[in-house]
């Protein structure tokens, strides 16, 4: 498996580039330009990765294509062809993005959100933007989310056989699948029921942790991994049965410090288990 995460260092070029991201100790990276690069600077990087061993992990298409809102629907499908596109074009892991929300904010919960008929409009959108692409190299998944579909490994499996798209993968987030008491005190229980289920569809896992307060009703909040209730060493474990390549990507953490840390943290489990972490 790759770590990644995100860079502090600036880069000018794929040297650089390739410089900054092993400085931090990464195996794993964002693509570095954005779809505006033309095909030869993509391609210098594309040659400098594989060269250093790095992992184009994500495209990121962050958006709400299913959004109630026609003109901001439209612009987020736009958007998601185009990113899907780059991600193609630069032979990443996946393009990633949640299905989106049918309230106002874009990645909210909304009563909604997990009805049938947004079920079926997921799908519907979801083929439309991968039949636009038809990607070969690279997938379109929806990170895994607490209140909108894909909610559980069962709901994933429920949109692979209706999307019915080769280009159609699948983005674990397990900490965002910890919705309730129940499954934060099983979370390797949850985990491996996740890659049982889902395990040759994982194109990129995002890397997090969570811990449940005690104040009434209900508080899960996202901490940094090793400050919460995940349990990292099957969450690793089960990991490093997939493909070797397949990236485990830090995020939304403050400061370089910090994902330093987190980075010393996820290394030192894998250690504890006798695993290779890139």
């Known amino acids: 498996m790759k770590l990644g995460g995100p860079i502090y260092t600036e880069f000018t070029d794929p040297a650089t580039w390739v410089a900054a991201v092993q400085a931090a100790g990464y195996g794993a ?3 570095p330009v954005g779809p505006e690069a033309s095909d030869d600077t993509v391609h210098t990087y594309i040659d400098a990765a594989k ?3 790095i992992v184009i992990a994500e495209v990121g298409a ?5 959004s109630p809102n026609a003109t901001e ?9 185009k990113q899907l596109a780059h991600a193609e074009r630069f032979e990443a892991r996946c393009c990633v993005n949640i299905a989106g929300a049918c309230g106002s904010q874009w990645d909210g919960p909304d ?12 799908v519907e959108t979801t083929r439309h933007i991968i039949d636009a692409v038809k990607p070969r190299r690279t997938f379109y998944t929806l990170e895994t989310m607490p209140w909108v579909f894909p909610d559980s490994p069962d709901s994933y499996l429920r949109l692979i056989k209706a999307i019915d798209r080769q280009g159609f993968g699948v983005h674990l987030d397990p900490v965002n ?5 129940a499954r934060y005190f099983r979370t390797g229980e949850f985990i ?5 289920k889902l395990g040759p569809h994982i194109k990129s896992c995002h890397a997090k942790d969570i811990l449940l307060g005690g104040k009434l009703t209900v508080h899960l909040d996202e901490v940094r991994p090793g400050l919460g209730g995940l ?8 990991l490093a049965k997939l493909d070797p390549t397949t990236p485990l990507m830090l995020e939304h953490l403050p400061n370089a410090e910090e994902y330093t840390a987190a980075a010393q943290h996820i290394r030192q489990v894998a250690a504890t288990k006798g695993l290779t972490l890139q």
């Open 73 to 81: 629907r439209r612009a987020a499908i736009d958007k998601c062809i």
């Open 62 to 66: 962050w958006s709400n294509p299913i």
């Open 177 to 181: 699948l910890i919705n309730c008491p």
């Open 29 to 31: 990276a964002w693509a």
């Open 192 to 196: 491996r029921e996740c890659f049982a």
């Open 231 to 238: 349990d990292y060493g099957v969450f690793l474990t089960e």
């Open 111 to 122: 009563p909604a959100n997990l009805t049938d008929a947004t079920f079926d409009l997921i």
């Open 51 to 53: 060269k250093a061993g």
